[in-house]
């Protein structure tokens, strides 16, 4: 996980958490605030974990959101290993790199956002189509929906 940053148009900065499963390339949450507390993200956390389960690890950089004691606490309670990189080095999460990068080709650069709730709803309709319409080729030509479904039996991982 990570995050992006971005504005709207009145020029209000806002702050987009970004996660994304490396093996299925599911993304289980695009979400934009003005700003982030741990205790946010562990909140966003918490709702996709409870559909999807618990991973083994999350690779984060030091930001301080995910330094924080709240996430920190969360991790633990949950036998969540958090895989901190090297300062400066964003290489070593470079999957997340990736996954931004064409998140803000895509959507970021493509759209104005009027409002947070506006933003919300144009970055989720990027993010349906990304789990559930795109194929990607490093999954067979799969949608990271069909993958996720195939590994945990589920019928569906809702958002």
């Known amino acids: 996980m990570d995050f992006v940053h971005d504005q709207l148009v009145t020029g209000g900065k806002i702050r987009i958490l970004t996660i994304?499963?490396?093996?299925?390339?599911?993304?289980?949450?695009i979400d934009p605030?003005?700003?982030?507390?741990?205790?946010?993200?562990?909140?966003?956390?918490e709702k996709g974990c409870r559909k999807l389960g618990y991973p083994k690890s999350i690779r984060v950089d030091?930001?301080?959101e995910f330094i924080s004691r709240d996430l920190d606490l969360w991790a633990?309670?949950?036998?969540?290993?958090?895989?901190?990189?090297?300062?400066?080095k964003?290489?070593?999460?470079?999957?997340?790199?990736s996954f931004n990068g064409k998140f803000r080709q895509e959507c970021l650069n493509t759209h104005w956002f009027?409002?947070?709730?506006?933003?919300?709803?144009?970055?989720?309709?990027?993010?349906?189509?990304?789990?559930?319409?795109?194929?990607?080729?490093?999954?067979?030509n799969k949608?990271?929906?069909?993958?996720?479904n195939c590994s945990n039996g589920i019928s569906s991982p809702g958002a």
């Open 33 to 45: 605030r003005f700003s982030y507390k741990g205790e946010d993200v562990v909140q966003i956390l």
């Open 143 to 148: 949608t990271p929906v069909t993958l996720i």
């Open 76 to 88: 633990y309670q949950k036998g969540v290993t958090l895989d901190f990189s090297r300062p400066g």
């Open 20 to 29: 994304v499963d490396t093996f299925s390339r599911y993304s289980p949450a």
């Open 114 to 140: 009027m409002s947070l709730d506006d933003a919300r709803m144009k970055m989720e309709t990027w993010r349906e189509d990304y789990n559930n319409v795109r194929p990607h080729s490093a999954i067979g």
């Open 62 to 64: 030091n930001g301080s």
């Open 90 to 97: 964003p290489t070593d999460n470079a999957f997340i790199e």
